[in-house]
Each structure stands twice: as structure tokens, then as C-alpha cells.
């Protein structure tokens, strides 16, 4: 079967990095996204790797290795805005979406 | 411009019901998908559309069910209501199917419908 893996919970320190881990077993591999979801509101697109290596977008970074079955959202100098739930997500061979159940995240001042 | 508007917000249904929800995609996007989404389950892919045809399937029972109209607007019908298909259900759309818009962008999701069924 198909699966992705993510900690249910994860507690930071406003200012601090985190890195919440994502690893997949899936049908074929077209891609592996990471969302955003706060309480109540929709996911948003953070990021989408299909290579190996580290990408970065400001705060974010997410990082890929495709012989691992591995990912990595990291998240520097955090705010508490940063609170809520981190969503991995890989596009398997039928350019389907496989979803993690996604990490809560809570930022502590 | 907008983005993309789910409609209900809310829905409460009685079990043995059926229920439509509507999404309309953002302007000049023409695949959507719908999923459901329960705590600590994750996001479950329902189906996908894309210039009125259903590219995409899940592994949901027959009672799930969807359509796109020629303006890229999707419904999704559950027949015979459970209890266990109370849920959030999102739909996202995108450009086109694959390629640069979704891999650059990602699909946009809506606020969603929260369904529940008593």
C-alpha cells in the first residue's frame, strides 16, 4: 500500500528552526508538496520537489531525497503565525495526491 | 482575483440523505479535485476533473460522485448518507492538469464544506 509518515505534533520556540520530517512509500513518484493549513482555513502551497536537494523560499526550506523515501520541511526564525498544521503530500505514478495526516505545529514565545 | 468559493460552509444531513457541494475554481483554471478531510486521517483524494471529464478516481464507494460543468464549476453528490462521511470536503483547482502551473503553484485549495451527517 501506499504511505506517507509525519510526527502528529511538533512544539517550537518563537525564533527558533524546526524541521518536520515527511517519509513516503508510495506507487511510482511524480513530485512530493508541502502545504500550510491553519485551524480552520485552507491548506496553502508551500513548496514542490521533484529533484533531490535542498530548496529554499525565504523562511522555508524543503529538502528531497528520492533514495530515501525522505523529505524535509525546514522553518527558520519562527513566528508565532507559524502555528498550524504542515501538510506532505507525493504525486504517485497515477499523478495522484497521497496525503500525510499532517504535523500540528506549536510555536511558544 | 478570487479565489476558489466552496459552497456551503455548512451542512448538517440526516443519515440516508443526499448532499451536493459546488465549487467554482479560480478564473482561467480548469482541473479540479475533491477531497475529504477527517482528523488524524489526512486529506483522501476523491476525484479529479478536467474539461468536464473525470480524469481521476479515488477509492471512494459509488455513492461519491462529481461532475464539471464547461465553465470548469464541479459538484460533488454523496447519495445515501453515513455517518462516517462527515468530513471536510475541499476541492483545489489548478491551471491545467500537470506541468509548470501546478508544480510552481500548487493546486489552490477553498475553505471547504463541512459536512455532517446525524
Known amino acids: 500500500g501506499q504511505n506517507i509518515d509525519q510526527p502528529t505534533e511538533m512544539t517550537a520556540t518563537e525564533g527558533a528552526i524546526v524541521q518536520i520530517n515527511c517519509t513516503y512509500q508510495?506507487?511510482?513518484?511524480?513530485?512530493l508538496f508541502w502545504y500550510q493549513q491553519h485551524a480552520g482555513e485552507a491548506p496553502t502551497f508551500l513548496s514542490y520537489?521533484?529533484l533531490d536537494g535542498l530548496e529554499e523560499k525565504g523562511r522555508f526550506s524543503s529538502f528531497l531525497s528520492r533514495s530515501k523515501g525522505y523529505s524535509y520541511l525546514l522553518l527558520k526564525e519562527l513566528q508565532m503565525k507559524d502555528s498550524a498544521s504542515y501538510l506532505c503530500a507525493v504525486m504517485d505514478s497515477n499523478y495522484q495526491l497521497i496525503w500525510g495526516a499532517g504535523t500540528k505545529l506549536i510555536i511558544k514565545p | 482575483k478570487a479565489g476558489v468559493t466552496q459552497t456551503p460552509r455548512y451542512l448538517i444531513k440526516t443519515r440516508g440523505q443526499q448532499v451536493t457541494l459546488s465549487c467554482s475554481p479560480i478564473s482561467g483554471h480548469r482541473s479540479v479535485s475533491w477531497y475529504q478531510q477527517t482528523p488524524g486521517q489526512g486529506l483522501q483524494f476523491l476525484f479529479e476533473y478536467f474539461s468536464e471529464t473525470q480524469r481521476n478516481k479515488g477509492n471512494f464507494p459509488g455513492r461519491f460522485s462529481g461532475r464539471q460543468f464547461s465553465n470548469s464549476r464541479s459538484e460533488m453528490n454523496v447519495s445515501t448518507l453515513e455517518l462516517g462521511d462527515s468530513a471536510l470536503y475541499l476541492c483545489?483547482?489548478?491551471?491545467?492538469?500537470?506541468?509548470?502551473?501546478?508544480?510552481?503553484?500548487?493546486?489552490?485549495f477553498g475553505s471547504g464544506t463541512r459536512l455532517t451527517v446525524v
Open positions: 520537489n521533484v
Open positions: 508510495t506507487s511510482g513518484f511524480n513530485g
Open positions: 483545489a483547482s489548478s491551471p491545467s492538469l500537470r506541468g509548470q502551473g501546478v508544480f510552481n503553484y500548487g493546486y489552490t
